[in-house]
């Protein structure tokens, strides 16, 4: 009898989520508990309290397995089938999709996307999105940018949120699945920030989709997919954060800052000199309770070149990228952050007082090189 090899981890993850919440094993104790609580899921205490007999609880989780089992196989299959009717020559992938990114162009994270985009050199139009109306991104119950329009054939998908559009693309690329099922295996959740905010956060969204084959075809090895991962999370986390505080750090840098966001931006008139102003004052101030929030120190250009330092090192001297000889998905992440610096005085001083400007320099060589 033929055997069916699990799927990684985070697609069971996803699949378990489509279940009603059941976990599969091989799950990080952290990521179960926080998996449970967004999930509105009962905790042990809760469970507990509840004593349901073990005979209910055993078939139930038979019937979990099975059902797991089942959605494990049927994805496998489904890849398998994928990869047997490839025909020898056929259209790029990339051909197949229409891409249309709406955007605000200074935002670090519609700034990895493009990226992404242009290093793998995937055609796409770009909507600037008016920040004040927001009016372009209408169509949408989810209100942040950036938002991807991805035409595939007959199937027109909505991708959200910057590291989920780009692990779905990659995904793609990679594995040829389509991308309407791709997207099922980051489904949104919703949760509460430390503000006490609802947000929006998407399960595995650094995680690309594939089969062991096709994961080792990439990485080369599990320690380089981690790597990956976990700088990816970083840029997310901490670098994308330094960015308001550096360019609004004095009113001067303020101002210049709101001139580049109003002439690359999508204004009136009016509204365009209306935001120079009152925007350039109103985010001086809000910089500084940016800056308490995230604990940087008094001169915030310190905590910006320590980041690029940190990212150097762990780049190392022995290669010209964190993904060897060409970039990854943690390099392309933490070019596009700095990268809407770019004219201003923060990243005048960043490639001046860090390491960071050979690798910065080659990154940007990288993409401009991409076939078109």
Not at 179 to 202: C, H, R, S, W
């Amino acid at each position: 009898m033929a055997q069916v090899a699990r799927a990684p981890w985070p697609v069971r993850y996803a699949l378990a989520w489509r279940l009603g919440g059941r976990l599969p094993p091989g799950l990080p104790a952290h990521s179960r508990a926080g998996f449970a609580g967004a999930a509105g899921g009962q905790g042990p205490a809760a469970t507990a309290r509840k004593g349901s007999p073990r005979l209910l609880g055993a078939a139930a989780l038979a019937l979990g397995g099975v059902l797991g089992l089942y959605h494990t196989a049927r994805w496998h299959l489904r890849a398998q089938d994928l990869r047997a009717q490839r025909p020898a020559v056929q259209l790029s992938l990339s051909s197949r999709l229409q891409l249309t990114l709406y955007q605000y162009k200074t935002c670090p994270f519609c700034s990895k996307v493009r990226a992404f985009l242009d290093f793998h050199a995937l055609p796409y139009q770009v909507v600037e999105v008016n920040p004040v109306r927001r009016a372009e991104i209408k169509f949408s119950s989810y209100r942040k940018v950036p938002i991807l329009l991805a035409q595939e054939g007959e199937s027109l998908q909505q991708l959200n949120d910057s590291s989920v559009i780009i692990s779905a693309l990659k995904t793609y690329l990679v594995s040829g699945q389509p991308l309407e099922d791709i997207i099922t295996y980051y489904p949104p959740m919703k949760a509460v920030n430390d503000q006490g905010k609802e947000v929006t956060e998407f399960c595995n969204k650094y995680w690309l989709m594939l089969d062991e084959k096709e994961a080792q075809h990439l990485y080369g090895g599990k320690e380089a997919r981690t790597e990956e991962m976990k700088w990816r999370q970083w840029a997310d986390d901490w670098l994308v954060h330094l960015i308001s505080p550096n360019v609004y750090r004095t009113p001067a840098e303020a101002l210049a800052s709101f001139d580049y966001i109003v002439r690359e931006g999508k204004f009136g008139a009016v509204e365009g000199a209306v935001a120079k102003y009152m925007g350039a004052a109103a985010m001086y101030f809000i910089s500084k309770r940016l800056k308490s929030r995230h604990h940087l120190q008094d001169d915030v250009r310190e905590d910006l070149y320590e980041a690029a330092d940190k990212w150097v090192a762990a780049v190392g001297k022995d290669r010209p990228f964190l993904g060897g000889q060409k970039p990854n998905l943690a390099d392309l992440a933490v070019y596009g952050v700095l990268r809407v610096m770019e004219g201003l005085e923060a990243f005048d001083d960043l490639m001046r007082h860090t390491r960071i400007q050979p690798w910065y320099l080659r990154v940007e060589k990288a993409i401009a090189e991409a076939p078109q």
